[in-house]
């Protein structure tokens, strides 16, 4: 008779075991669709543009010109490794998440790119790194600055490094690592701040 008991109690048990498996798998899986939901809004846009620097640049020295990696004027007291660093990610397709040189997004190569040149880690995306940095404006640009810029939902959602002349490096969702101009078209429009890193 005990076991005639035991035994409804323990297929009971069993069934009561399972369903905390489905609960907890549902559970793992609305976490994850929720962090994908947000991660959107965060996103980079694909963005088609002509890059002013889009390929790794092969520098021919000119007669009384002075010419950073990047073929650009050299500026007085400009960081060469900056632009050599630089000039050795171009071409890197853009991949979302993508950490390496077969593939990075714009947040890693910034990161990348400062750990190199600066020797200072920063955080992995583009708004966590709002909190790297004390805001500034436009006017205010020097080399190495941040440059942060918001997608159609008004999110931080890409970054990128400033050079000089309005121009900037990133990696962009159509070209991958290039170099593109602050001024005019997307970028201007979508704009944010500028970023002075915390030392």
């Known amino acids: 008779m005990k076991r005639l008991v035991y035994i409804p109690l323990l297929a009971v048990a069993l069934l009561s075991l399972s369903g905390c498996e489905t609960v907890r798998n549902f559970m793992a899986r609305d976490l994850e669709d929720e962090d994908f939901i947000i991660g959107q809004l965060y996103a980079d846009e694909r963005v088609d543009e002509v890059p002013v620097i889009g390929q790794r640049v092969k520098v021919e020295p000119k007669a009384g010109e002075c010419q950073n990696a990047l ?6 007291g400009e960081n060469k490794d900056l632009y050599e660093t630089v000039n050795s990610w171009l071409g890197v397709p853009y991949l979302y998440g993508g950490t390496t040189r077969a593939g990075i997004d714009c947040s890693a190569f910034v990161g990348a790119v400062y750990k190199d040149v600066y020797g200072i880690t920063l955080h992995r995306t583009a708004n966590d790194m709002l909190r790297d940095v004390q805001l500034i404006s436009r006017s205010q640009l020097r080399e190495g600055d941040l440059l942060f810029f918001t997608n159609s939902k008004g999110k931080v959602s890409h970054v990128g490094i400033y050079l000089k002349d309005g121009l900037f ?11 593109s101009r602050v001024d005019g078209g997307y970028w201007e429009k979508h704009f944010y701040k500028g970023g002075r890193v915390k030392k």
């Open 71 to 76: 073929g650009l004027k050299c500026g007085e």
């Open 169 to 179: 490096a990133h990696s962009s969702t159509s070209n991958g690592v290039s170099v």
